[in-house]
């Protein structure tokens, strides 16, 4: 268990200490010189971008391989850009000079160059991001990582693209906890954000589940299930687990870290009855903050940790409130009319709650606009979906589903749009994207 977590925490640490250098001669980067897309009536029209084959020295063919196809497909999926056909470029040359007018005729409004070379142990990764209807390069990087991280050379080079651009360079580069069924046992697993480098974190024979992150990325809180037993566990950089709360028989779950990572919300019956209790990270000043008849369960805090969201069934049915941080001012946020709803999550802007809602017989994902009280369905009809979590910038969603036989992690941009499968293990749940 120990040497997974060094590898969890490995990956982390690589992915802080790739290094970015701008070219020399780069325009800055200033704010009359960003391209954030072209609004019109019928809204946001995507940027065009044509990405031609990295070029790479020699023995290099299958990290440039990859590092073109990782490029491509985070820029798609940010829904930002479209993607030029490159059947329509195939047999252009690419040099230092550009020919603007081909790149025109295809109507691009970008081109990016990449080229891949190797220096010992170091790969180094040369961007070039050009405008075509100004006809000049607007920023470019050479990027440099370990021979075995072509992919996190390209993450990073995605997201200098899409932060120059429209500021939204941060979900490249991030991760995603959930947990899966292995036999017996359930593990919590590491992997970018689209399904890949795999690391299992758990291995201890038991039932793992509803993994959190701390802010900081220094330690992960979750659940552990030994027969009646249900006790809340820290996993931290050195690979050691240590017990946060548990005592005896009763339920214990859903921790989730405070925005500033000092406390800890979770659920416990301890009084009898399954409450919203808080505790310091430390394992003081045990608080009992939600007071009902039913069953409350599922929290999570908001953006600026003064409130907590979490699911209750107090009126009859699951319904989603929101309270302060001590328990008072007590509010339901769901509408009257909804059916079974369950499983919060405050976006990071502190703006809207995503949700489980039922929706003619389902589970599906759910968001409600907490100014104006509106609810949009983002999932409909494609069997069980649960678990929602917004990425950091609040432009993504993760959640888990079974629209394709087993529950497996989804991902999907926040407006319900381009729903992409991350995982390969049987029976997976509680995504947490960081």
Same mark, same amino acid.
């Given at each position: 268990m120990k040497k997974a977590a060094f590898m969890f925490f490995t990956l982390l640490a690589v992915m802080s200490f790739a290094i970015n250098s701008s070219f020399a001669g780069d325009p800055p980067g200033s704010k009359e010189q960003q391209i954030t897309g072209v609004i019109k009536e019928s809204g946001f029209t995507q940027a065009r971008i044509a990405i031609p084959a990295t070029k790479f020295d020699s023995a290099l063919?299958? =990290?440039?391989?990859?590092?073109?196809?990782?490029?491509?497909?985070?820029?798609? *999926?940010?829904? *930002?850009?479209?993607? #030029?056909?490159?059947?329509?470029?195939?047999?252009? @040359?690419?040099?230092? $000079?550009?020919?603007?007018?081909?790149?025109?005729?295809?109507?691009?409004?970008y081109l990016l160059v990449t080229r891949l070379t190797k220096s010992e142990r170091v790969l180094t990764l040369e961007g070039r991001l050009y405008d075509v209807k100004r006809k000049e390069m607007v920023t470019g990087k050479r990027i440099r990582a370990a021979a075995n991280q072509p992919r996190l050379l390209a993450h990073n080079l995605s997201s200098v693209v899409l932060d120059y651009l429209f500021g939204a360079g941060r979900f490249p580069t991030s991760q995603v906890l959930f947990a899966a069924q292995l036999g017996e046992t359930q593990d919590i697993f590491l992997c970018d954000y689209d399904g890949k480098n795999l690391v299992r974190l758990t291995a201890m024979g038991i039932l793992n589940v509803t993994p959190d992150i701390s802010p900081k990325g220094d330690k992960i809180v979750f659940t552990s299930i030994l027969k009646d037993r249900q006790e809340l566990f820290f996993l931290d950089r050195?690979?050691?687990?240590?017990?946060? %709360?548990?005592?005896?028989?009763?339920?214990?779950?859903?921790?989730? *870290?405070?925005?500033?990572?000092?406390? #800890?919300?979770?659920?416990?019956? $301890?009084?009898?009855? !399954?409450?919203? +209790?808080?505790?310091?990270?430390?394992?003081?000043?045990?608080?009992?903050?939600?007071?009902? %008849?039913? #069953?409350? /369960?599922?929290?999570? +805090?908001?953006?600026?940790?003064?409130?907590?969201? *979490?699911?209750?069934?107090?009126?009859?049915? !699951? @319904? #989603? %409130?929101?309270?302060?941080r001590d328990g008072t001012n007590v509010k339901r946020i769901t509408p009257q009319d909804s059916k079974r709803?369950? @499983? !919060?999550? +405050?976006?990071?802007?502190?703006? $809207?709650?995503? %949700?489980?809602?039922?929706?003619?017989g389902k589970f599906n994902i759910a968001s409600i606009d907490l100014s104006t009280? =509106?609810? /949009?369905?983002?999932?409909?009809? =494609?069997?069980?979906?649960e678990s929602a979590t917004w990425s950091p910038d609040g432009r993504y969603i993760t959640f888990s589903s079974n629209r394709l036989g087993t529950f497996q992690i989804f991902i999907m941009r926040a407006d319900g749009s381009g729903v992409r499968r991350i995982s390969n293990q049987p029976d997976c749940s509680s995504p947490c994207w960081f």
């Open positions: 063919s299958a =990290e440039s391989g990859e590092v073109h196809s990782t490029l491509t497909d985070d820029l798609d *999926f940010s829904g *930002f850009f479209r993607m #030029i056909d490159p059947s329509l470029y195939e047999g252009i @040359q690419i040099s230092d $000079k550009i020919d603007y007018d081909a790149w025109t005729g295809m109507d691009a409004d050195a690979g050691k687990r240590t017990k946060l %709360y548990g005592e005896g028989e009763g339920l214990n779950s859903s921790p989730r *870290f405070s925005p500033d990572g000092s406390t #800890i919300a979770f659920c416990s019956s $301890k009084s009898g009855n !399954p409450d919203i +209790w808080t505790v310091n990270a430390n394992g003081t000043n045990l608080t009992r903050v939600s007071f009902s %008849y039913g #069953i409350d /369960t599922a929290p999570c +805090w908001s953006p600026d940790g003064t409130k907590i969201a *979490f699911t209750s069934d107090r009126s009859g049915s !699951p @319904q #989603i %409130y929101v309270m302060d709803c369950d @499983q !919060p999550h +405050w976006s990071p802007r502190g703006d $809207k709650i995503v %949700y489980t809602t039922m929706v003619d009280g =509106e609810v /949009t369905h983002l999932t409909r009809g =494609e069997g069980d979906n």
